[in-house]
């Protein structure tokens, strides 16, 4: 998928890229398969960026849609600071890898993103240390950078 957005996209960074395309509402075509090669899960988005566009699978949406709202993103930092075993929502994660500063980095937001609709007892053990570690690690930058947020 990196590659695939990185062919289509101006920015020369992957986490900048990913920032020139949006979810739009059209319905995709039949018989189309996800950016990621993968034709397994269900319903398939339409993603532009200019004239440039694909399709996304349900999971792979997730990595596209970013929440814009700075209040719903501290709220879930500070559930995850409540509970570490919780997932921030992929919308919140997604604006944190986007801000860059350090708060994840490519292999966190890929795996975050990918493990954030299973609840903590549906992972695998390395996934839940895994889990706690960007949490904690995510904890770590908002009390340093709190500021950021606001
Ligand atoms: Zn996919």
Redesign the pocket.
């Known amino acids: 998928?990196q590659e695939w957005i990185m062919r289509r996209s101006r920015a020369d960074s992957f986490r900048n890229a990913m920032q020139e395309w949006t979810v739009t509402d059209e319905a995709a075509p039949a018989g189309v398969i996800?950016?990621?090669g993968?034709n397994f899960?269900g319903d398939l988005f339409v993603i532009r960026n200019g004239r440039e566009f694909g399709f996304?699978?349900s999971?792979?949406v997730n990595k596209f849609r970013r929440t814009d709202d700075v209040r719903q993103v501290i709220v879930s930092l500070l559930n995850v600071q409540h509970d570490n075993s919780s997932s921030l929502s992929p919308a919140s994660l997604n604006y944190l890898f986007f801000l860059g500063g350090g708060w994840l980095n490519l292999w966190e937001w890929n795996f975050a993103t990918c493990i954030a609709r299973y609840s903590f007892d549906e992972l695998s053990e390395l996934q839940q240390l895994k889990r706690i570690q960007i949490n904690d690690k995510l904890c770590n930058v908002f009390a340093l950078n709190s500021n950021v947020l606001q």
């Open positions: 998928m996800c950016i990621c993968n899960h996304v699978g999971i792979c």
